[in-house]
């Protein structure tokens, strides 16, 4: 009896001591509230027109892509005309959802009922910029919450102006806004709504805005069924703490209809490594805990996420575990998906967890506030006792004691927490901005480069204008968000022999192919016979069914393709054609033919790259300006070598767009062209570190296989000195143009 009434009252005791968060006392609104409100209004205000300006920029330079503001444009735009959101947008390469030219139901892919009322708003501006500019003031919104809940739990309103400023810096926020539109990111400010209501007993509102963050995604009701069972223990908020439970499960008992209802869930494949279904995938888990933690959490690029995810506050939130669980479900979620983007860092699948981070770090202010006023008791109380042993010692000698003074202590910490919670706040500021210029998603951050609206990307909106609205098209990624206001709008080379129009960039991302498999199948359209050219310049191609195919001429520059090409119009290699005045670094050197010294191509300039990180490796990418010296040239390519320190040769790039569809053998004479390779990386080419030459080498097509080991392929070249004198290179059959330092 003794043992179980002892037992009881240390749980009581346990209990009792999870309350942590009891009503909180009102602080009054002096002039301080207004001006520090003001400050959060104005960096809202500023952060909203710095995204909009910059992601509408996106829109309009053609930066923004199929997956997924093309998709999410379709399914809003579905809902007005049909009832539902409604896609055929996929990524014939690696998606799950490719069922049919006819598309599929958004809610069979997520469950976002949200986009029903955003649909509203198109029906005042119908274009894709209405998704990114609501996105982008919903997201900025959050600012406000999080500056209310750090007013509340540290008392200062000054302190309270930084976590809204550390919600609008979170690179985890600002990675989700760039990339494209998804319903998702509106719970970055959705769910700090959620715990600014809970926090202040404003049950109403809590429930509000619960239901807003569950209509984003299919996994948020779990996190509102969290927060619910939460509140219990650490508020004692058992009506609305167990109604947001039960509200949470009747919305996922809905959810689950409805996705089947739809033909989903699809994406549940993204765990079918786990076990068949959600009970098998449950057991597993925890039958082998340790296998999980060991594959899915400490594995070098999963533990690296979880860096990524605490990293921008400076680690302080793993000291409010309590707070920090509620993360738990998402960072599951991602951490245990097959598909690595879930787990990089950097797209739109950390969204929910921002709330938590921010929530979490106010939190770890307020323990480190208890923590110094304990401390501070305890040494005070250590004073005292060694204070009062030295006075008795003192009063046994015959004079006073030179450190009778010190025995008295500031009574009050009110200056000393305001400092040390002032200079944790710079500690999480200094987090933040260390991680937005890793990412570099801030016009501060280093590598940032503003959109430029090219004659190019103009020249887009004219093919745009010969697509008639009813027509299906198969298109490019970059163009799809142009053009997606239709019922079928597919990602090239999804439905490419069922379209009515194919509308393609060979210039732009080729995402989901490669440039072989891009070129190859690009020839195969041209080739079926279904498809003849509407228009074609600069790069465009515009295609559209039933018309006369094109004719073939008889090269073929891609290693890997047909040994044929189309015939198409001169106009559509224009994109590689620049003026001498347009040439960069120029420069005069001349390739020859190997069995004589007749010059076949001039290079006359080259560009310098500047190093792009992208998914954590350090990308380049050259250009360089070659001129036809011949009215006949030979089919040929251009390799980038890379010579180490150790001496070792290393090829960089032999993959350059324009020599897919526009080869040496159609270039005229005195025209400069201009060939810019697709982006490489340094890393997987396992160079040496230290001083590395990089170098340019033609070869004959025909002997592309082995350039290589076989240098005596390559074109023998000459340097020209500035007085215009031709130097040979005894043996050269590259040219040496630039040096990097490889670390």
Known sequence: MKTSSALRKWLAVCWNRLYLYPPPEPLPRRRSFWV??????????????????????????????????????????????????????????????CYGSNGISRFAIHFEPILFPVALLYLLWATPKTLLVLQTL??????????????????????????????????????????????????SALLLFVLYFMYTGQTVWTFIFAVLAMACKEEIPVLVALFGLWSLPFQRRWRSGLGLVLLALAWLG????????????????????????????????????????????????????????????????????????????????????????MYSGLYHYNAEIVPVLIFASIEALVVIGWAAQWLLRWSRALWKRTTAAWESWRSRLPTPGALAGLSRLPSSLSWGQLILLTLLMVYLLVSVTRADDAHGTMPFSPGFKWPAVSAHTQLAERFIQMIPPSASVSAQSALVPHISHRQRIYLFPYADQQADYIFLDVTSDMYPLFLNSYSAEVKKVLFSGQYGIVAAQDGYLL?????????????????????????????????????????????????????????????????????????????????????????????????????????????????????????????????????????????????????????????????????????????????????????????????????????
């Open 543 to 743: 295609l559209k069914r039933g018309l006369p195919a094109p004719g073939i001429s008889s090269v073929s520059p891609v290693q890997s393709g047909p040994e044929a090409l189309p015939a198409l119009p001169s106009a559509f290699c224009s994109f590689q054609w620049v003026t001498e005045q347009q040439v960069e670094h120029p420069i005069t050197a001349t390739f020859s033919k190997s069995d004589s010294a007749q010059p076949v191509v001039d290079v006359v300039g080259y560009s310098t790259p500047t190093p792009a990180t992208i998914d954590g490796g350090t990308y380049l990418q050259f250009t360089f300006y070659l001129q036809a010296r011949s009215t006949s040239l030979p089919a040929l390519n251009l390799l980038v070598l890379l010579r180490d320190s150790a001496g070792h040769e290393h090829l960089l790039s032999q993959d350059f767009p324009g020599f897919a569809f526009c080869p040496t053998t159609t270039w005229r004479p005195g025209q400069i062209y201009m060939l810019k390779t697709l982006a490489f990386s340094l890393g997987s080419a396992h160079v040496a570190p230290g001083l590395a030459h990089i170098s340019i080498a033609l070869v004959p097509v025909s002997r592309s296989g082995s350039t290589m080991m076989d240098v005596q392929a390559r074109l023998p070249v000459q340097l020209q000195s500035a007085s215009g004198a031709v130097r040979a290179i005894p043996d050269a059959r590259e040219l040496q143009l630039t040096s990097v330092i490889v670390r």
């Open 138 to 187: 919903v997201v900025a919104t959050g600012a406000f919450p999080a500056f209310w809940l750090a007013r509340l739990r540290l008392r200062n309103e000054w302190i309270a102006v930084g976590f809204a400023l550390l919600y609008l810096l979170h690179p985890l926020q600002n990675l989700a806004l760039l990339n494209d539109f998804h319903a998702v990111t509106f719970t």
């Open 36 to 97: 520090a409100m003001a400050l959060v209004a104005g960096a809202t205000l500023l952060f909203s027109a710095f995204f909009i300006w910059y992601l509408t920029a996106r829109q309009d330079a053609f930066q923004t892509n199929a997956e997924d503001l093309g998709i999410m444009d379709q399914a809003v735009w579905s809902i007005l005309h049909s009832g539902i959101p409604h896609q055929t947008i996929c990524n014939i390469v690696g998606d799950t959802n």
């Open 254 to 341: 809905l959810e689950l209809v409805i996705t089947r209802l739809s033909g989903g869930p699809l994406l549940a494949s993204r765990y079918a490594h786990l076990g068949n279904g959600p009970l098998d995938i449950a057991k597993n888990i925890l039958l082998h805990p340790l296998t999980i933690l060991k594959q899915y959490v400490f594995e070098p690029q999963h533990f690296f996420y979880l860096r990524q995810v605490l990293s921008p506050t400076g680690y302080l939130p793993l000291l409010a575990p309590w707070v920090l669980v509620l993360a738990v479900p998402t960072l599951a979620l991602n951490l245990l998906s097959s598909k690595p983007d």
